[in-house]
């Protein structure tokens, strides 16, 4: 029996991409006085591709932004700085995510979050979309002295909701720090499917957040795993 349902954050709740292409237009209007030589399209276009969806730290993509843009009037700390005090303004969520919280906190099932990176950064990215309260817990890594695709984090998790990982089902969209880590350790997994990744080896797939409540009743009801995915 499903008792539980697990997420990971950037990429599966908050909509990354379209945050970060948010935050870049506005950083670049707070400080165009020192970026006026640089094309605002060509500016955000370099950030992402140095961002990596995330994967590469910001204070090494802005020492990168520094020296190929020739900015001298600005440091990249400050940049750094003002990424990690304001880029929480900037989240957005994927569409129907209040809903299917909603939903699924009505039908009693244990929630939670488990999400790689910086503690508070995280958190206010999570309180900035207003969907703290729907969680039991929430671990993030730097916190947790642990990380996905790790055990040990998901381990941590399932004791702390009190279920074991045959009641637990993970979303998320990453490969292998989700998906694979998830199966790992005996949880069923479901791949929020992305343009970042073109795969994903998961039991089940998601289009959209709107058709979790009932997938999960499916998978409850059947009690099956298809190992080619589930297309709902």
């Known amino acids: 029996m499903i008792k539980a349902v697990l997420f990971d954050f950037d990429g599966t709740l908050l909509d990354r991409d379209a945050s970060v292409e948010k935050f870049i237009h ?25 961002d990596a969806h995330g994967y590469v730290w910001k204070d090494l993509v802005y020492q990168q932004l520094i020296k190929e843009f020739q900015i001298t009037k600005i440091s990249w700390k400050h940049l750094f700085n003002d990424y990690v005090d304001n880029f929480k303004d900037s989240c957005i969520p994927f569409p129907h995510l209040y809903t299917m919280l909603e939903e699924l906190q009505k039908k009693a099932f244990r929630l939670g979050i488990i999400t790689n990176g910086f503690g508070q950064f995280q958190m206010n990215n999570i309180e900035a979309l207003g969907i703290k309260s729907y969680f039991d817990t929430i671990l993030i890594s730097e916190w947790e002295g642990c990380k996905k695709p790790y055990p040990t984090i998901f381990q941590k998790a399932m004791m702390r909701l009190n279920v074991v990982a045959r009641e637990s089902i993970f979303v998320g969209d990453h490969p292998v720090n989700d998906i694979k880590a998830a199966q790992t350790v005996g949880m069923v997994a479901i791949w929020k499917k992305s343009d970042q990744f073109k795969h994903g080896d998961a039991e089940f797939v ?15 009801k059947d009690g099956t795993r298809d190992r080619n995915g589930f297309n709902f």
Do not use: A, G, M, V
């Open 26 to 50: 506005s950083q670049y209007n707070r400080f165009i006085q020192y970026f006026d030589h640089i094309p605002q399209d060509k500016y955000t276009t370099r950030f992402i591709e140095l």
């Open 206 to 220: 998601l289009e959209d957040l709107s058709q979790l409540p009932r997938l999960i009743e499916k998978i409850k």
